[in-house]
């Protein structure tokens, strides 16, 4: 037996019962914050008011993941406050955090095979596009539409959460809902999603212009974010010329470019590295029904690229 397991034995039930649930809070927070890395900051803080708690009134909570849930429900409410003023002079585009497939990362940034608690679960819950979308919403909705519509928390229970009504956060999540039915009418199935990208990636890995002019929807948009650390553009790119000469202007910078296919966010993903494999963009894309790319979302900045090196 290891010595965690022995470690584990000893700690007190209640201890054992909240430390499994890491990759709830982790993949709560997550999505309430769009980053890693203050998603980490989220757990670890709601965790630090656990162990703040007095033996006896941890062992009297009867539910701790509810505790847990509610806590780190508050925390994110309250650094979504603070992310949006950071947020205002952030250099260019901000855009969430690509995550990788669960099973080849950490919440630590190492490629090895962890305990699944620490990886955020995958699901259309934390597709770019809803990520997108909810950045659009304000703090309270945002809380309100992912507890109650993707943890399937009740409205008196998020009303605990946000500070408002229960009648109060039927209508925050209703505002939710219908901001993201706006946004993402006619979905595409993954097989077709996944063609497009494919098709998008074979125009823009041989230069073709032409190809990749084609394969790109009449109003496509690209967000690209650098984070003011490299180069990007400061503002969203319109129309396919210009997004098809924004991405082949970095094969002509960059002719060591190599780009694969790899699950980013629970979707199908595009992954730029130079010659020695050092990731330099993660891109998302997404699709329409007839087959062509409408938004591409390309991560520069190195600080949300670190998972992928």
Known sequence: MSDEAVSRREE??????????????????????GSLADAEDAVQETYI???????????????????LIKTAGRIGLDMLGTARA????????????????????????TSITIDPA????????????LLIVLESMTPAERVAFVLHDVFRYTFPEVADVVGRTPAACRQLAS???????SERRNPVPPAEHASAVRSFKTAWQTGDLTALID????????????????????????GPEAVARLLLGVIDRRPDLAIREETVNGEPGLVATDGDDHTLAV????????????HVWAVRNPRKLAIWR
Do not use: F
Request: proline share 8%.
């Open 12 to 33: 007190p039930p209640e201890l054992v019962d909240a430390l499994r649930e890491r990759g709830v809070l982790l993949g709560l927070s997550y999505r309430l914050l």
């Open 49 to 67: 008011r656990w162990h703040r708690l007095g033996d006896e009134e941890r062992r009297s909570i009867a539910h701790p993941r509810a505790w």
């Open 175 to 181: 505002s939710a809902r219908r901001r993201i039915r």
């Open 283 to 294: 891109l998302t894309l997404a699709a329409t029904t007839g087959g062509r790319i409408r």
């Open 118 to 129: 620490d990886r955020v679960s995958m699901d259309d819950s934390v597709s770019m596009a």
């Open 215 to 238: 394969v790109l929807d009449p109003d496509v948009t690209a967000i690209t974010d650098g984070g003011g650390i490299v180069s990007a553009a400061l503002e969203p790119v319109h």
């Open 86 to 109: 950071r947020r205002e002079h952030y250099v260019g585009e901000w855009l969430p955090e690509p995550l990788p497939d669960p099973n080849r990362w950490s919440s630590q940034g």
